[in-house]
């Protein structure tokens, strides 16, 4: 090549270059600068066992409730208790006024005083009696041997008669002794007939008088049981509510509306309902071991409590398609109160080695859940994951992920695949 022909080949590179730099300024392409790292927050898939949960809306229930009532009408003469207070059972919590009770009392001890001092009369009237029986048949007794011995007389005597040994007079003195001695024996037989008749009667007399002492008797319990009434004492350990009696009120006895309600809430029930789906885990778990559960009053930010299942309903409700369920809380810090609302959580069992990640890191999209995975170079991917279900505040991973990898927790609204991440502290 010549030189000539070098000078012209210069000449012409340097011409192009200000037509290539005027090209870019027309067409507005410069170059662009690098994006800067996107600051986000991130967490490590964790791998862990987990609990096998499902959570609903429950209602606190008192384990056993007492419509408190009076047996006997009567006037309240005092009250024991003031509303709202816990009492324990047979403390007294009204007195009710005791005077017409205490008389229908007396009146019947003093029939049956009476009724006795009446038995005493009638015993000893039957022992008289019973000792005239004995006399009557002593004399029975005796004139039956004599009138055997004239008897026997009789026949020898008229023997001798007959073969004209004695005088006819002396024959009929014999005869004459033996019948006296048959009347007397006749006499004496309705003298013991009489004296039975009346020892009878007087027996009769003491049964009669013994039975009315038993219904005096029963009278005396029956008006002891309803002195005893005036006394109404608590039924069971619990918490009063609103009383309806006061002193001075008279009161009804079994009033349906009752003078005060009991409430036992040591322990109490959380009554709480789950789909049907769920009823043969439910059954095979519970087969197993009692059911934990936790229990928090609803909207306040509360430790829960533990309870256990202790009842399954025996049915389904098939207009919600719900199965019934009570727990059972000890409730010593009266944590939950009867009518409130609750969130419950019922375990099942424990999944092992579950992924875990904050529920913050999962993102739903078009096509479904996903998370930005952070990878070993600063930038992200977009991993689609199987949500397997959801903790309180963790989602366990189904698949997608693997332990240890870091997913972003927050940041994501300025993320795309490939982008590059600052990893931060949270907050």
């Known amino acids: 090549m010549t030189a000539r022909v070098r000078r012209r080949l210069a000449l012409l590179a340097l011409a192009a270059l200000p037509l290539a730099a005027c090209s870019d300024r027309a067409s507005g392409q410069g170059r ?28 606190v229930q008192a384990y056993t409730s007492v419509v408190v009532k009076s047996l006997v009408n009567g006037q309240v003469e005092r009250v024991h208790f003031k509303e709202g207070d816990d009492v324990r059972q047979s403390q007294v919590l009204f007195t ?32 008289q009696r019973q000792a005239e029986v004995q006399q009557a048949e002593a004399n029975l007794a005796r004139d039956v041997a004599q ?38 024996v006749r006499a004496d037989q309705a003298g013991v007939a009489n004296a039975g008749a009346a020892a009878n009667a007087a027996q009769a ?18 008006a002891r049981v309803q002195l005893s009434y005036t006394v109404i004492r608590a039924p069971m350990d619990g918490r009063t509510g609103n009383a309806t009696a006061f002193v001075g009120t008279v009161v009804k006895a079994n009033d349906d509306n009752g003078i005060v309600t009991i409430n036992q809430v040591h322990p109490v029930y959380v009554s709480f309902a789950l789909p049907q789906q769920f009823l043969g885990d439910i059954k095979k ?17 509360q430790e829960p409590t533990r ?32 009518g409130q609302y609750a969130d419950v959580t019922l375990t099942l069992t424990t999944e092992p080695n579950a992924l875990v990640v904050p529920a913050r890191a999962v993102q739903t999209g078009q096509n479904g859940t996903y998370v930005f995975v952070v990878k070993a170079d600063s930038t992200v991917e977009s991993r689609p994951v199987e949500v397997a279900r959801r903790l309180a505040s963790e989602m366990v991973i189904g698949k997608g992920l693997k332990p240890g990898e ?12 490939g982008a590059k991440v600052d990893v931060k502290k949270p907050a």
């Open 205 to 222: 007399t003491v049964e009669n008088t013994r039975a009315v002492i038993r219904a005096d008797e029963a009278v005396v319990d029956s």
């Open 285 to 301: 778990y519970g087969a197993e071991r009692r059911l934990p559960v936790q229990a928090a009053p609803s909207q306040q930010k």
């Open 32 to 59: 662009q600068p690098a994006r800067p790292a996107v600051p986000v927050t991130v967490s490590e898939v964790a791998q862990r066992d987990v609990p096998v949960q499902l959570t609903a809306i429950g209602t």
């Open 147 to 184: 009138m055997d011995n004239a008897r026997v007389q009789e026949k020898r005597y008229r023997e001798l008669l007959d073969r004209e040994l004695i005088a006819r007079e002396q024959y009929d003195q014999i005869r004459t002794n033996m019948a006296t001695f048959e009347a007397t």
């Open 307 to 338: 309870g256990e299942v202790t009842f399954v309903n025996n049915t389904v409700d098939t207009t919600t398609g719900t199965i019934q369920l009570k727990a059972t809380f000890a409730n010593t810090d009266n944590r939950l109160w009867p």
């Open 406 to 417: 870091r997913v972003v927790t927050d940041g994501q609204l300025r993320l795309v695949p």
């Open 96 to 127: 009710l006024d005791q005077r017409p009770f205490e008389a229908t009392l007396r009146q019947a001890e003093a029939n049956v005083g009476r009724d006795r001092a009446a038995l005493s009369q009638a015993e000893a009237a039957l022992k």
